[in-house]
């Protein structure tokens, strides 16, 4: 009967506004984000993190020898011939998500009403190639999160561009 009021009662008294260079980064690089966090109450943040995802992509192919019929009954029904086999081409595809650089901040942070706590935040991208970055397809997403002691976590997301040199 009141469900549409539950949204209201259990969100976070934290609200998030993130800001960032857009631009394309390298790995390696050193990526600047400028957080504001508000409040509608005294609240203190129990963690902050920046995390920069990577969506991965991609599809394996092989080729499987497949019977080329079935007996009729004439061996036995469903039994496969001993006879010849002609090759199948197979694709599978995957996804896979996974964080591939982070940055805690602002622990113990005590954010009061109608002030704004304005952080700058630096994330050093790591040097590692992403598992399938030759043959997949990749997505990168910068993720900001809030957690209080209590209530609910506050998300932002912003989509990246990470070149990664051929």
């Given amino acids: 009967m009141f469900g549409f009021l539950l949204p209201?009662?259990?969100?976070?008294?934290?609200?998030?506004?993130?800001?960032?260079?857009?631009?394309?980064?390298?790995?390696g690089d050193e990526l600047s984000v400028?957080?504001?966090v508000?409040?509608?109450?005294d609240a203190v943040l129990e963690e902050g993190r920046v995390d920069l995802v990577c969506d991965e992509r991609w599809a394996e192919t092989w080729i499987k020898p497949e019977p080329m019929g079935r007996s009729a009954g004439m061996i036995g029904r469903g039994k496969q011939l001993a006879?010849?086999?002609a090759p199948k081409r197979v694709v599978k595809e995957f996804t896979d998500s996974f964080v591939h650089s982070t940055s805690v901040f602002g622990e113990g942070l005590r954010v009061r009403p109608d002030t704004v706590e304005r952080l700058n935040v630096r994330l050093q991208i790591a040097k590692d190639w992403p598992p399938h970055?030759?043959?997949?397809?990749?997505?990168w997403s910068l993720v900001v999160l809030l957690r209080p002691p209590r209530g609910r976590e506050v998300k932002e997301f912003h989509e990246v561009e990470i070149v990664i040199p051929q």
Avoid: M, N
Avoid at 15 to 26: I, N
Avoid at 38 to 41: D, H, I, L, V
């Fill in 8 to 27: 209201v009662l259990f969100r976070s008294p934290l609200r998030l506004q993130v800001s960032l260079d857009e631009r394309p980064y390298k790995l």
């Fill in 34 to 36: 400028v957080v504001e």
């Fill in 83 to 85: 006879g010849p086999t």
């Fill in 38 to 41: 508000r409040s509608r109450r």
């Fill in 133 to 139: 970055a030759k043959g997949g397809t990749l997505l």
